[in-house]
């Protein structure tokens, strides 16, 4: 059992345009995700919502100015990158980051041994990466590849879930995961995140901008990302209603 508690979080970057200016993204989120639950953010885009996933998985770009982020009480802002891992978080990120010369099973193996605290046994390992690329229909030889180098924009987001399925987090956060595939990897990666569901006691922040995704994936609770804040919660009906009317009614202006 776990909660990720979100208290009125203000956070922004530093902008080079020279002078000492900063730009506030985070306008006081207050979100509250336990296990088990799956909570929709939908928002315009440029409306923080990427933000909002880097100020809590401790991107060194985003500064949070003031409000809190709790796992099980403890202030998670106060946590390394690393820490905020081992502690349970995950972040699947819009934009994948490429990572030449390194392979995918050494970055897995890595960063699971990081996570775990103790390097998996090699037997055992194989087999459970073996396991999950199957499911998640990722062809053996990309194991020997760079990581993301070349990588479709669907191949990317499989290996996401296939970090998800491995690192095994207590909070999922995933950030447009459904951007840019086609309807295939779309149920693909959909299926992987819903047996990870199925299998462990995770709450997932899932961010998206579309309701494509949620016809795989059910939410309990969705909620509008508009200006740097949650504007309005309500079940999954919320999303239907976002479909046909746009976040007009929230900002005021049409999404583009
Ligand atoms: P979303 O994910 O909802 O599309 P983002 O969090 O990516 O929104 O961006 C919110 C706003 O903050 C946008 O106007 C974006 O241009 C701006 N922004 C985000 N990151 C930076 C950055 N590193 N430098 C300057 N502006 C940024
Ligand atoms: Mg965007
Ligand atoms: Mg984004």
Redesign the pocket.
Known sequence: MATLEIKDLHA?????DGGDSF?E?LKGVNLTIRSGETHAIM????????????AIAGHP??EVTSGEVLLDGENVLDMTVDERARAGLFLAM?YPVEVPGVSMSNFLRTAVTAVRGEAPKVRHWVKEVKEEMGKLEIAPEFAERSVNEGFSGGEKKRHEILQLALLKPKIAIL??TDSGLDVDALRVVSQGVNDYKAGNDVGVML?T?YTRILRHITPDFVHV?AD?RVVESGGKELAEELEENGYVKYVGTPAV
């Open positions: 922004g970057v530093k902008t080079d730009k993204i928002g315009p885009n440029g409306s923080g919502k990427s933000t909002l996933s880097y770009k985003y819009q950030d447009e961010i901008h990302f740097g």
